[in-house]
């Protein structure tokens, strides 16, 4: 359920590239959850150590990054592809993580799709942009920090009180790129009302979703569920976006949903 809106909402903001920038549509995006966040959960400092507030802030900061890491990336390169490099950062936590034979299976399995949707042998991918390939890679750094901060901080606040005030901070760190390439460009009603939808489905819907989860479960496994993420992305790529996949990305999909639901049924076991 958080893949599907994460990704969908990452579709939508695509469109709104020809209108904003990259870091203008991630300030909107942050912005417009972290206002919903804070308004309706309400959450309080008092109570909080001083090691609480810095890992929340951590936190919010590795969202930041994140996000503006990942649209600038999806700015320079298609969706799925986009996705499948900012998966490196999870499976490379779930292979530093791993303790069982079989995880590691599952882990291969799923970086053989990530390396079918992006590897030299895909004519289709031969001009892929090197700063949108830099990009993605950073945002798998992102990506990892992100997990071990969400789990770190749903630890130290209840409810969702932790995730909307990291979505504060998040909001404030993404503010000087977001204002300096946008401009007044953040000022248009249907941009905004666009970015309001895209907060939701983007930021507000999935991040409480996977801060649930991850008090459910350890980062690890949590890591390699994400697998589904590239197959999710290029298939919302192709609905909404029209960009359209080659047999060895579909290969790549069917590699990364096996590798799930392999790792799903291991995480299951006693």
């Given amino acids: 359920m958080a893949i599907l809106s994460v990704q969908l909402g990452a579709s939508f903001a695509k469109t709104l590239f020809a209108t904003l920038s990259p870091s203008g549509v991630t300030l909107v995006r942050i912005a417009t959850g972290a206002l919903i966040m804070l308004v309706v959960v309400r959450p309080r400092l008092r109570g909080h150590s001083w090691r609480d507030l810095g890992v929340m802030a951590l936190f919010g900061l590795s969202l930041a990054g994140m996000n503006l890491s990942f649209y600038e990336a999806m700015s320079r390169l298609p969706l799925g592809v986009a996705v499948a490099i900012e998966f490196l950062g999870p499976l490379a936590l779930a292979v530093a993580a791993s303790r069982r034979r079989l995880d590691i299976l599952w882990v291969l399995l799923a970086g053989a799709g990530v390396l079918l949707l992006i590897g030299p042998w895909n004519q289709d991918l031969g001009g892929l942009s090197w700063a949108g390939i830099g990009f993605a890679l950073l945002a798998a750094l992102g990506w990892a920090a992100y997990i071990l901060l969400s789990a770190a901080t749903?630890?130290?606040?209840?409810?969702?009180?932790?995730?909307?005030l990291a979505m504060g901070v998040a909001a404030i760190?993404?503010?000087?790129?977001?204002?300096?390439?946008?401009?007044?460009?953040?000022?248009?009603?249907?941009t905004l009302l666009i970015g309001c939808a895209v907060g939701l489905l983007s930021s507000v819907i999935?991040?409480?979703?996977?801060?649930?989860?991850?008090?459910?479960?350890?980062?690890?496994?949590?890591?390699?569920?994400?697998?589904?993420?590239?197959?999710?992305?290029?298939?919302?790529?192709l609905v909404v976006l029209q960009e359209f996949l080659d047999p060895h990305q579909w290969a790549a999909i069917l590699c990364v949903v096996i590798a799930s639901a392999g790792a799903t049924k291991s995480a299951a076991s006693p």
């Avoid at 760190?173 to 249907?190: I, K, M, R």
């Avoid at 649930?212 to 290029?234: D, H, K, N, Q, T």
């Fill in 154 to 164: 749903g630890k130290r606040f209840s409810g969702t009180s932790g995730l909307a």
């Fill in 173 to 190: 760190a993404a503010a000087p790129a977001g204002v300096a390439t946008a401009g007044e460009a953040l000022l248009d009603p249907h």
């Fill in 206 to 237: 999935p991040y409480s979703i996977e801060l649930e989860a991850l008090r459910r479960m350890p980062p690890r496994v949590f890591g390699i569920l994400m697998s589904l993420e590239p197959a999710v992305a290029a298939l919302l790529g």
